[in-house]
């Protein structure tokens, strides 16, 4: 059987299209300067539409940037509380009736935090206790996420869901035991047990651990394996391989560490028993009180204000490495 | 399906290591409250031992408070003038930031074995303290022939328990277990400013009374129909001074039946401050408007009395109008008046020599010139009634007329009058909830967020819970 391919695909000869030329209707010549296409949908001309999605994407950009600006006046609204109390008088923060702005701007709070605030020892607590902890952090993250992805181990699983259920744990619940445990080891008495007691029980954080584990999963075998044709021991390779490609995640587990640190109030207010080993946030509550013990909150704001800025710069410099960090692992920290 | 297998096994032992944990974290527990009343201390101090040899025992003790640094610069010339009697005694202090921080530390402290010697407390705190069995009983110290109160010759210049503000000495005795847990250092009391000013050009007679207060308070109403005439600072306060004051049972250090508040007097009693709240007469800080306290209301015109705190004198002060200073109100020729403000307790894990080191220093700093001395400083009272005397706290007072500094000398002259109006309300688990619950039930009535019954129920209800938890 020959089939005719051109048939079948509903072609036309050449000739056939010769005749179909001629069998068009000849035009007149039309001025299509005076005629107007009118498509419409929905009841709608193209023109008409373009100015529906015009109004329509005004409207929601106003409604975004309506949500937007409420949500960002509540985030910053404590901010501003926080300086204009640092700029009012003792007898306007009592006041019955709060502004909005200070009566009376009072300037020397912040000349009298300076004679009233030891921010240089209490920074460098801070910055000490605050970087050994990191530091100290991130050895055991990277050790213990390397086991848990990498090598294998017999209750390799068994001892990451031990880690995870401590997770549902709350942290304050382990504030007297831990208490118990560094008074016992006799670090309260002097301060370099004490700065022990502030930054040893921190080096472990199972979310860190996870979310780092997490991260190194992600790593093909396939660059395990050539290292190890390679002669490379799991020592080299982690260091070499591992650590290098899951640096953003690094960053950002330093950089959480550090401001964690920094904002630490609880445990290190209960071990640090002396003015001289306060970190930066204790030192902010103890420092102001009138001789009657009344809080001095002009005071304390101030003084706050400008604690508050270093690590503001910090997240305004870095947030770009604590995004991709965070945002990798697929998880909000 | 082999996952979820190999899954349960591990989950089943997580859990049952979990449990084992929190069985062992008991038993550790256990054995840290046996340590606490072992032998390694006495509960009667070993008198014959430093009998005449005070001097020769070193000891090194720490004390913890709340002071800031003006206050701790003064504690730190007193410990000067100590060691210049006992050298042998080393003091460390440090503030431990507020009194719920100093709580929390000592709470911690306790069960580690890490207390200081001694630290600033409020009854409650000691309460709490007490039933982990960690407070020394300072009876055998007082009562003590050789290092006691009131001896011939003391170095330490501490006069007899007769010379204590009797209010303040009792507090320390109104726990669960007969004994002296806590002694007075600085405290306060609550009086009446009212605007002098006002009340002269009104020819208004300052009350002395409840009766005669909403009696002036409704002659001010029609002078000034926008004021309210009369604030409580602390609705707490009000509501416990009234039923000291009437005879209406508050609470009890009976365990059976520690809260007695739920009472028909005390419900006819909050129904009567409800009928003057609704006439427009009074207010307290918990029904104001933003919570302002009654102090800044009186000093902003628009209240014409207060009752505050003596501590917290200066915000009654006022640049605009002359502040007078009067006793709270009494029912029916009571006198009695709050007492607040911190005591001192030493803890019963320092070795006997500590122990008698702390108490020596207290006797120091609570004598009649130190305790005057604090007193100017803070503005809190005197603890003793010989303090009043002193020039420290008479003439040689800084008073810059104009200033808030004039209004505190006021109140210094004023309170030596009231020195035997103080009362306590006893101390117990739970006490402090009591406290809170009875401001919590003059603020929803006076707001007409709760019914009287509904109030009183809601209030019982939260004490029970906490005392049992």
């Given amino acids: 059987m020959k089939f005719d391919l051109r048939k079948m695909l509903n072609l036309k000869s050449s000739s056939e299209r010769a005749d179909a030329r001629r069998e068009r209707p000849q035009y007149k010549s039309i001025d299509t300067k005076s005629m107007t296409l009118v498509l419409k949908e929905g009841g709608l001309t193209a023109v008409q539409m373009e100015t529906l999605q015009k109004i329509m994407k005004v409207i929601s950009m106003v409604l975004i940037y309506a949500f937007l600006a409420v949500m960002a006046v509540i985030i910053l609204l404590p901010f501003y509380w926080m300086i204009i109390t640092s700029l009012k ?15 009376v701007v009072m300037w020397s709070n912040y000349v009298d935090v300076f004679d009233r605030f030891d921010f240089a020892t209490y920074l460098v607590n801070t910055l000490v206790v605050g970087i050994l902890s990191t530091i100290g952090t991130l050895f055991t993250t990277i050790f213990a996420a390397f086991a848990f992805a990498r090598l294998q181990f017999k209750g390799k699983n068994f001892l990451f869901t031990l880690l995870l259920a401590t997770m549902m744990i709350p942290g304050e619940m382990m504030v007297i035991t ?65 650590v290098p490609l899951s640096m953003p995640t690094l960053i950002s587990i330093f950089i959480l560490k550090l401001m964690g640190a920094w904002n630490s109030f609880v445990w290190p207010n209960l071990v640090a028993d002396k003015q001289e080993y306060r970190l930066i946030t204790n030192g902010l509550r103890s420092s102001f009180s009138t001789t009657a013990g009344e809080p001095e909150y002009a005071l304390q704001m101030a003084a706050t204000v400008l604690v508050t800025v270093p690590l503001l710069l910090l997240f305004i410099f870095f947030r770009k490495y604590i995004m991709k960090g965070v945002g990798r692992a697929g998880i909000k920290g | 399906m082999k996952n979820q297998k190999s899954r349960f096994p591990s989950l089943l032992v997580v859990s049952l290591i979990g449990v084992l944990a929190l069985v062992g974290c008991n038993r550790s527990g256990d054995s840290s409250s ?53 050298p042998n005694i080393t003091i460390t202090h440090a503030s431990q930031g507020d009194y719920d921080a100093l709580r929390d530390k000592v709470s911690a402290a306790i069960p580690a074995g890490t207390t200081p010697t001694m630290a600033y407390c409020y009854p409650d705190h000691v309460a709490d303290y007490m039933s982990a069995g960690a407070i020394q009983n300072l009876n055998p110290y007082i009562n003590s022939t050789i290092f006691g109160l009131g001896l011939e010759d003391d170095p330490t210049l501490a006069g007899p328990v007769s010379d204590f503000i009797p209010g303040y000495w009792q507090e320390g005795r109104e726990y669960m277990t007969p ?119 009186f000093t902003e015109g628009k209240l014409y009395m207060t009752v505050g705190s003596t501590g917290g004198t ?9 502040v007078g200073v009067a006793a709270v109100p009494q029912y029916q020729g009571s006198t009695k008046i709050i007492s607040q403000g911190p005591s001192i307790t030493v803890f019963k894990r320092a070795t006997d020599a500590e122990k008698i080191a702390a108490w020596l220093f207290y006797k120091w700093i609570s004598n009649t010139r130190n305790s005057a ?34 209004l505190i000398a006021d109140v210094a002259a004023f309170v030596p009058a009231i020195e035997d109006w103080y009362f306590v309300s006893p101390a117990f688990k739970g006490s402090s909830t009591a406290r809170e619950e009875v401001g919590g039930i003059l603020a929803n009535v006076l707001l007409g967020l709760k ?15 906490s005392s049992e938890e």
């Fill in chain 1, 89 to 103: 008088t003792n007898t306007e923060i009592r006041a019955s009736q709060q502004t909005f702005w200070p009566e």
């Fill in chain 1, 178 to 242: 831990n208490y118990i445990t560094v008074a016992n080891f006799g670090w309260l008495k002097d301060q370099t047990g004490v700065f022990a007691a502030m930054i040893v029980p921190f080096w472990i954080s199972v979310f860190y651990i996870y979310l780092l584990r997490q991260n190194f999963l992600q790593i093909p075998n396939e660059l395990y394996l050539a290292s190890k044709v390679d002669g490379k021991t799991d020592w080299n390779y982690l260091w070499k391989v591992m």
């Fill in chain 2, 34 to 86: 046996d340590t606490t009343s072992g032998s390694s201390y006495s509960e009667e101090p070993p008198i014959n031992e430093y009998e005449g040899n005070l001097l020769e025992h070193e000891a090194s003790i720490t004390f913890w408070h709340t002071m800031g640094a003006a206050n701790r610069a003064v504690l730190d010339q007193m410990i000067t003038g100590f060691n210049a009697i006992y």
């Fill in chain 2, 179 to 297: 004994g002296t847990y806590s002694v007075p250092f600085s405290k306060s009391t609550e009086l009446m400013f009212y605007n002098k000013t006002f009340f002269d050009a009104h020819s208004l007679t300052v009350p002395t009374s409840w009766e005669q207060l909403i009696a002036v308070a409704r002659q001010i109403k029609t002078i000034d129909p926008s004021s309210t005439p009369f604030g409580y600072d602390s609705d707490a306060n009000w509501f416990i001074t009234l039923c000291e004051q009437m005879g209406i049972p508050y609470t009890s250090l009976n365990a059976d039946e520690h809260f007695l508040f739920n009472n028909d007097q005390a419900k006819d009693m909050v129904e009567m401050i409800k009928g003057w709240y609704d006439e427009g007469l009074i207010t307290t800080q918990g029904s104001s408007p933003n919570n302002a306290y009654t102090s800044t209301q």
């Fill in chain 2, 314 to 322: 200066r915000y009654n002060f006022s640049t605009n109008f002359e």
């Fill in chain 2, 373 to 406: 001395v604090y007193s100017v400083l803070s503005g809190y009272n005197p603890v003793r009634s010989s303090s009043f005397e002193t020039d420290v706290y008479t003439t040689n007072r800084v008073v810059t007329p104009g200033t808030e500094s004039e």
């Fill in chain 2, 451 to 465: 019914s009287i019954d509904d109030a009183f129920y809601d209030a019982l209800v939260a004490c029970v819970f």
